[in-house]
């Protein structure tokens, strides 16, 4: 098994690497855009071969989802343009795909999780061209794996976590979406689910959902992050029109988990649980 992680130095490629390293030990290869051009496709194809890569995890996206509204043909060619390169290599030298996909291919009109068979409707650039990027994948490689997650944080680069941490330091008052409502997920918990398929002994293709557990809205999540970190800051709900930004954002954005738990026995944990372990993790970094 050679196992090749693009996009390692984003969130979820720091964390697959800390887990990857110890369960694979000398078989996985770390990518970012600096090593390896994933819109150049047959740098992509001639990676794949002189690597013998059996099986590629594709983390790297172009997240900046308000700057995508602008910057429309950098996201494509990320987002989809890319996705496509990667299923051509795949599908051309037999090698396994896991994708790493989004909450955002939805439009948050739903009342209950949203199930893999559901119908995709998204209502941003970012969002449309990671369902580009799913459809050509299962077009072109339909061995493929796709895993939809959403609001994502870690202890690695930037996230939600963080900003109101650093928030917290500077403003007596801060004002937080409360219409919103999703499920936080810590990076490192994709990792294991992710390291959890690599060491299946079945490969099942297809479409995936996973976060972690339960339901939180952006305001009630800074609270909780306030809360664990003995914080006395004033936060102030406030709905999505009063906080207005380039790109829509679906208001629902709860996925179901039950197939990805069924067909590979993957545990998840609270959200609560899983911010409360990161968050410790931070603190011993001050």
């Not at 690497?17 to 855009?33: A, C, M, N, Q, W």
């Not at 739903?110 to 559901?118: A, I, K, L, Q, V």
């Not at 930037?158 to 919103?180: C, G, H, W, Y």
């Not at 959890?196 to 009630?220: C, M, N, R």
Request: hydrophobic share 40%.
């Amino acid at each position: 098994m050679k196992i090749l992680v693009t996009g390692c130095n984003g969130q979820l490629g720091n964390e697959l690497r800390l887990i990857l390293d110890k369960e694979f030990p000398g078989s996985v290869l770390y990518t970012d855009v600096q090593e390896l051009d994933l819109t150049d496709a047959k740098a992509v194809n001639a990676y794949v071969v002189n690597n013998e890569v059996t099986h590629i995890v594709n983390c790297a996206a172009y997240t900046a989802v308000d700057r995508a509204e602008e910057e429309k043909m950098q996201c494509a060619k990320i987002n989809t343009d890319a996705v496509k390169n990667i299923a051509i290599a795949a599908d051309s030298n037999g090698a396994k795909v896991i994708h790493i996909s989004t909450d955002y291919v939805f439009d948050g009109t739903n009342h209950r999780p949203y199930r893999e068979s559901d119908k995709v409707n998204p209502i941003s650039q970012y969002g449309t061209t990671k369902r580009k990027g799913e459809t050509a994948l299962l077009a072109l490689a339909p061995e493929a794996l796709i895993i939809r997650t959403a609001w994502l944080y870690s202890t690695f680069g930037n996230n939600f976590v963080k900003t109101m941490l650093r928030l917290a330091d500077s403003q007596p008052e801060i004002k937080v979406v409360s219409d919103q409502v999703g499920t936080p997920t810590y990076a490192r918990d994709l990792a294991a689910a992710i390291a959890k398929i690599l060491h299946s002994h079945q490969w099942v293709p297809g479409i995936f959902h996973f976060t972690d557990e339960g339901a939180a809205s952006w305001y009630d999540f800074a609270k909780a992050i306030f809360r664990i970190a003995g914080k006395n800051v004033k936060v102030t709900p406030i709905p999505t029109e009063d906080f207005p930004t380039p790109a829509n954002r679906p208001a629902y954005s709860i996925l179901d988990k039950t197939r990805i738990k069924a067909t590979y026995g993957v545990a998840i944990p609270h959200w609560e649980e899983s911010l409360r372990d990161c968050m410790n993790l931070l603190s011993g970094q001050n």
